[in-house]
């Protein structure tokens, strides 16, 4: 929640991590140029270990990430931050645009990712999406993200219709958020039965996890 000054505009406080500090100080001119609608506070970190410390001590209301960190990457920052902030609002910023950095930033938990040859308006409605709870992408981001969802839905949908009866039948349990232990007990299997289950549904609808495999639930009208 941003604080409000005497001039009733919202107060943001911000950590800008980034290694290069031309980055940096390009950022605080966008961001004080963007002082008719908002007002920065900036602080700054050249590395995941400041900027994890920095978190640690101080209330951010958001952080300006870069994607390529020396030492770690810009995704382990992240897992690492939430873990003791798992409210924290993470602006992804990279001059990379593929759609493998996209993922990593996004399955870390950032709220959104942008180029960095991103403009200032297009900034400010970067700021105030994710600070009222959004998700953004800048255009570039967002187009890929649509064609991959597109094919992975597809694929997903295609896959489904090589499951079996028990299979479907599993994975709409899993949906429900039941354990392998509850699932056994409503389908009257034993739980390795269960285990292998999930284990063939991860490799046929080519998921990673049980977060996946809800995804999938929910592409075949499962859920």
Not at 28 to 52: C, P, W
Not at 121 to 137: D, N, P, S
Request: glycine fraction near 4%; include cysteine.
């Amino acid at each position: 929640m941003t604080a409000t000054t005497n001039k009733n505009k919202p107060l943001v406080q911000v950590l800008i991590v980034d290694d290069h500090k031309m980055v940096r100080d390009g950022l605080k001119v966008m961001l004080a140029s963007l002082n008719n609608a908002l007002l920065f506070k900036v602080q700054e970190a050249d590395n995941g270990a400041d900027a994890i410390a920095k978190v640690n001590r101080q209330r951010f209301d958001l952080l300006i990430l870069d994607y390529q960190m020396p030492g770690m990457s810009g995704a382990d920052i992240i897992y690492r931050i939430l873990r003791f902030k798992p409210d924290m609002k993470i602006l992804a910023l990279s001059n990379y645009d593929e759609l493998s950095y996209i993922q990593s930033m996004m399955d870390a938990g950032a709220r959104g990712y942008v180029l960095k040859n991103i403009e200032p308006a297009e900034m400010l409605r970067a700021v105030k999406t994710i600070l009222a709870g959004g998700l953004y992408y800048c255009s570039e981001v967002a187009v890929k993200l649509i064609h991959f969802t597109d094919d992975q839905n597809a694929r997903i949908w295609q896959a489904g219709q090589q499951l079996t009866r028990r299979e479907r039948e599993v994975l709409r349990l899993i949906a429900l958020e039941m354990t392998n232990d509850e699932i056994a007990h409503q389908l009257s299997v034993a739980k390795r039965t269960v285990d292998s289950h999930r284990q063939h549904l991860i490799l046929k609808l080519r998921v990673k996890n049980t977060a996946g495999l809800m995804k999938a639930a929910l592409n075949l009208n499962l859920w």
